[in-house]
């Protein structure tokens, strides 16, 4: 299983990006996806999460700002990033925990950087 992360990039302050997080291989189902960041210097930390039923739960300084979506039929999850300030800076992490034929574990994607600057 891989996960592919994708959307990262440079914009100004106010302004979005959209991520996606793209699973592949032998997959059954996937339970939760979401995304972390870290930032220089700094601890990683949970920016959005979500349920196989669309549950979303957010840290607390992007919500209003940032949406996660999921469409299952692809194995995909998206983060809506609006109203990007620089403290946004960071590398962005996919994470998903994939169940295969037998088991289930937690899977992540190489980090996309988002940087956010004037």
Same mark, same amino acid.
């Given at each position: 299983v891989q996960l592919q992360a994708s959307g990262g990039g440079l914009v100004q302050p106010g302004g979005s990006l959209r991520l996606s997080c793209a699973a592949s291989g032998t997959i059954s189902s996937i339970d939760t996806m979401g995304w972390y960041r870290q930032a220089p210097g700094k601890q990683r930390e949970l920016? !959005?999460?979500? *349920?196989?039923?669309?549950? @979303?739960?957010?840290?607390?300084?992007?919500? #209003?700002? =940032?949406?996660?979506?999921?469409? /299952? %039929?692809? /194995?995909? %999850? $998206?983060?809506?990033? /609006?109203?990007?300030? @620089?403290?946004?800076? !960071?590398? $962005?992490?996919?994470? !998903? =925990?994939?169940? %295969?034929?037998?088991? #289930?574990?937690? $899977?992540?994607?190489? #980090? *996309?950087?988002?940087?956010v600057s004037s």
């Open positions: 920016v !959005a999460i979500i *349920t196989t039923g669309g549950s @979303p739960r957010y840290l607390d300084s992007v919500k #209003g700002r =940032f949406t996660i979506s999921r469409d /299952n %039929a692809k /194995n995909t %999850a $998206y983060l809506q990033m /609006n109203s990007l300030q @620089p403290e946004d800076t !960071a590398v $962005y992490s996919c994470y !998903a =925990f994939v169940w %295969a034929v037998m088991s #289930g574990r937690d $899977y992540w994607g190489k #980090g *996309t950087l988002v940087t």
